[in-house]
């Protein structure tokens, strides 16, 4: 079975500084990555994904991630902080070959201080 | 285009009662999917529907149902409800099952507090 992991709980980052969210997973085949945003009282927004081909995706808000097979990672970073970016992001992770099943890490508070 | 609606927005139950949510994906949308979102558990799956048939179920007690109507409606139902169930109960559409080429679309969630 798939799962996936974000090893922080909180990240604290000054604005204008770079940020990276961690997220690791597991899959038996390969995987479909996804990065979601949740803003207080919302539900979550969708930030990119990771299907095939180049390892770095882009996304929205000058987001990006890096797939990693080796490292079984899929770390999302953004070069330059907005206090705005402060929220909750989920890593979600669904394994090609297995039951479709989309399963979310339990998620990153991102603090950006000003 | 509308987004994906959730009703109602809260909900408060007593324990032992039964409640049902709403979900109306996003206008063409087949597949829905419910999640539970508690501050300890994050995220966890609760079934996803496409095509009025439930293409997977997450591990949750039998007191957890649900379905998905011809235009894509989605209800689920909790029976006998127990404190623990309180928590954000998130709906997401998307165009295929199983995001082979689309993310999902979430609506804001119904936040149900059992009392």
């Known amino acids: 079975a798939q799962s996936v992991a974000q090893p922080e709980d909180q990240v604290n980052v000054a604005e204008g500084n770079p940020l990276t969210v961690k997220c690791t997973y597991s899959?038996?085949?390969?995987?479909?990555l996804f990065w979601y945003v949740q803003y207080p009282n919302r539900g979550l927004q969708f930030l990119l994904k990771y299907i095939t081909g180049d390892n770095l995706v882009k996304g929205s808000y000058g987001f990006e991630a890096e797939f990693n097979k080796s490292q079984t990672s899929f770390h999302l970073k953004k070069p330059s902080a907005l206090v705005s970016d402060s929220a909750l992001y989920f890593c979600?992770?669904?394994?090609?070959?297995?039951?479709?099943?989309?399963?979310f890490g339990k998620g990153t508070r991102l603090h950006i201080l000003p | 285009k509308a987004g994906v609606t959730q009703t109602p927005r809260y909900l408060i139950k007593t324990r032992g009662q039964q409640v049902t949510l709403s979900c109306s994906p996003i206008s063409g949308h087949r597949s829905v999917s419910w999640y539970q979102q508690t501050p300890g558990q994050g995220l966890q799956f609760l079934f996803e529907?496409?095509?009025?048939?439930?293409?997977n179920k997450g591990n949750f007690p039998g007191r957890f149902s649900g379905r998905q109507f011809s235009n894509s409606r989605s209800e689920m139902n909790v029976s006998t409800l127990e404190l623990g169930d309180s928590a954000l109960y998130l709906c997401?559409?998307?165009?295929?099952?199983?995001?082979?080429?689309?993310?999902?679309?979430f609506g804001s969630g119904t936040r149900l507090t059992v009392v």
């Open positions: 529907y496409f095509s009025e048939t439930q293409r």
């Open positions: 899959v038996s085949g390969n995987p479909y």
């Open positions: 997401a559409s998307s165009l295929d099952a199983g995001l082979v080429r689309y993310g999902y679309t």
């Open positions: 979600a992770v669904r394994d090609k070959l297995g039951d479709d099943k989309i399963i």
